[in-house]
């Protein structure tokens, strides 16, 4: 690694710092900054005076970026791309001096992306940026990064260049955590970059936020509502930082980036105003996806799992293109889209290299959510060469997945740590969410209805359900599966969800094997046990046949998230006729 060529404080915990030590003032120009920061950070930084470093503008069209190599960072490169932009990738403390615009899009770990940045010096490089009022975006992290601390495994000192500590969101008061999905801002007059947001929707993924205050509220340019009023956005002159993700926000963020890419250029046309108000339900469309018996990648869609066409050539059903389709559901409105590689438990992903093409090519056109999953598991292949399952997420997120969902493997897991109580901190749902954050895994879960006429018959916990069984059964436990339903584990939905929310998931995807592909709705027996197990966000999957079964699953469980794949696919049922009908029953979504 090149030498750092100053020497920056390694261990930021080695300050002492408090809130305390901020007066309030109202300073409005970059020395306010500098002063600021030497007063709320004085013993933070060892490092040479600014003046030693020149600073030299480079091209116009290029933007400097900041990735510290902890995550998705593709997407916010496609955007840049999108808005016509050339990347240039910081590889030393000069070139985010010598920068004409830096973007910072914080990904991870507060305490591993502070230690990587005191690590390569960059820490120094970023506040003296900051103080001469360069331009500069922070994304997410890259906005908690510039307060004075975070309580993320720590307390953990930051850049300390706003007053405040980065806390957790408090998951007791019903608030689910992290706070996934599309909430609504509240703007300030003078945010700039949000002048096109027109009081729509934008995409955050966090568990912690930071609290707008009297020692901070010069900073603050906007707020969101999540159980309390939590900072979405500061700006000082020149110097921006968002903690929703612009890049994924849609047309919507692609609106915020542009207004930071071309601060002097006048809106071309009036934004389309939107009513948003608080957190939307989403509506996600998933893609099932495996090859052929020719070969091909294709989007694929079963009945109860059975992908095959019950013809004398049993072949498998082909729906489309994974990359078209996603584009085209990314164009008619859809929230998030998932892709699942159906056969990834039997087949190695990291071989098939046809699925990290499909998420490279839809990452550049799709500007929401993509999750990925199949396969995410430890592997060694046919000439000894062992994967861990987080090299394999590692390789799915840099290929543009926002979030990796863990199906098999997870129950395997859940099935270890309910036998033993012991949490190993090795299994690719720990490892994979201590390294990418909890916001960044979901678990996929695949039961399937067991009838029962006494609840008390099994050890597991069993619902009694709304419509009873084919012997008028009045009870069913759901039972997990693994191998794409192929083989049923001893090991209960319930029991699964509660386990995986402890082992560090941040979000459940909950399929129902019974309704897959049949368009009955959903089970809402099944979405009510778990979603009232947990207190991470719950996707309701299988079954969509309506409209109107998008508005009972939002209006009968405390389901965050609504997929369906089968009536997409076959246009039976638009996007945007789903989200037409939610907001007429007064459900809130995105527009
Ligand atoms: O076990 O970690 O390799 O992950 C495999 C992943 O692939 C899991 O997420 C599992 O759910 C999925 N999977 C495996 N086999 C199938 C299959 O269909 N044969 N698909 C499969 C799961 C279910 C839904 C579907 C909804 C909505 N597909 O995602 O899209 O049921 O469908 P609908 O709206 O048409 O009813 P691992």
């Known amino acids: 690694m090149e030498a750092a060529p100053f020497t920056s404080s390694s261990s930021a915990s080695a300050s002492s710092l408090s809130s305390r030590s901020v007066t309030a003032r109202s300073l409005s120009s970059s020395s306010s900054l500098l002063f600021r920061r030497n007063n709320i950070r004085n013993s933070y930084c060892k490092f040479k005076s600014p003046r030693n470093f020149s600073v030299r503008a480079s091209g116009d069209s290029v933007v400097t970026l900041l990735d510290y190599g902890a995550g998705n960072v593709r997407s916010v490169r496609n ?21 004409n615009r830096l973007i910072f899009p914080g990904v991870g770990a507060f305490a591993a992306a502070m230690d990587v940045l005191n690590k390569k010096g960059m820490a120094e490089a ?64 003078d945010s700039k970059i949000l002048d096109d947001i027109g009081n729509r929707h934008v995409y955050f993924v966090h568990s912690y936020r930071a609290m707008p205050s009297d020692a901070n509220k010069e900073w603050v340019s906007s707020t969101c509502n999540y159980g309390v009023d939590f900072i979405a956005s500061v700006r000082r002159g020149n110097v921006h930082a968002v903690q929703f993700h612009p890049e994924k926000s849609g047309d919507v963020g692609l609106s915020v980036l542009r207004r930071f890419l071309f601060p002097k250029s006048a809106t071309m046309k009036k934004p389309i105003e939107g009513k948003a108000s608080k957190l939307a339900k989403r509506v996600i469309a998933c893609l099932d996806v495996r090859t052929n018996d020719k070969g091909d990648l294709v989007v694929t869609k079963g009945d109860q799992y059975d992908v095959r066409e019950h013809t004398k050539e049993n072949e498998v059903r082909n729906l489309g293109k994974p990359v078209e389709l996603a584009g085209q559901y990314y164009k008619d409105g859809a929230d998030e889209v998932s892709f699942l590689n159906i056969t990834g438990f039997r087949d190695f992903p990291l071989g098939d290299l046809p699925m990290l093409q499909v998420l490279r090519y839809t990452s550049e056109n799709v500007f929401v959510p993509l999750t990925v999953g199949g396969g995410i598991r430890d592997f060694t292949d046919a000439n000894g060469r062992h994967y861990t399952s987080l090299e394999v997420a590692s390789e799915y997120f840099r290929s543009g997945a926002d979030k990796i969902s863990i199906g098999s493997d997870a129950v395997y897991t859940a099935e270890e740590y309910l036998r033993t109580g012991v949490k190993t901190g090795k299994s690719s749902l720990e490892l994979i969410s201590r390294i990418y954050g909890n916001q960044a895994v979901v678990v996929s879960i695949d039961p399937r209805r067991v009838y029962l006429k006494n609840p008390n018959d099994v050890e597991f916990k069993a619902v009694r359900l709304t419509n009873p069984g084919p012997k008028e059964e009045e009870y069913a436990w759901y039972q997990c599966t693994v191998n794409g339903g192929r083989e049923g584990r001893p090991i209960g939905a319930y029991e699964l969800a509660k386990a ?26 099944l979405i009510n046990l778990v979603s009232d197990a947990v207190s991470i966000p719950v996707i309701a999957s299988s079954g969509a046949g309506s409209v109107k079964h998008f508005s009972d699953v939002f209006m009968e469980t405390n389901a965050s998230a609504a997929l369906a794949a089968g009536i997409f696919h076959r246009k039976e049922v638009s996007i945007q006729s789903v989200k037409e009908h939610l907001l007429k029953e007064g459900i809130e979504v995105r527009i």
């Open 126 to 189: 970023l506040c003296t940026y900051i103080e001469k009022d360069r331009p500069f975006l922070g994304i997410c992290l890259g906005l908690q990064l510039l307060f004075e601390s975070s309580e993320e495994n720590g307390p953990v000192n930051g850049l300390g260049l706003i007053p405040g500590v980065v806390g957790r969101f408090d998951s007791s008061n019903d608030f689910r955590v992290p706070h996934i999905g599309w909430n609504a801002l509240q703007i300030k007059e």
């Open 500 to 525: 995986v929310e402890e082992l560090g998931a941040g979000e459940i995807l909950l399929n129902c094997i019974d309704c897959d592909g049949q368009g009955k709705g959903f089970d809402i027996d």
């Open 79 to 99: 955007a840049i791309r999108h808005l016509g932009f050339d990347i240039k990738d910081v590889q030393t403390p000069e070139d985010i001096l010598k920068a």
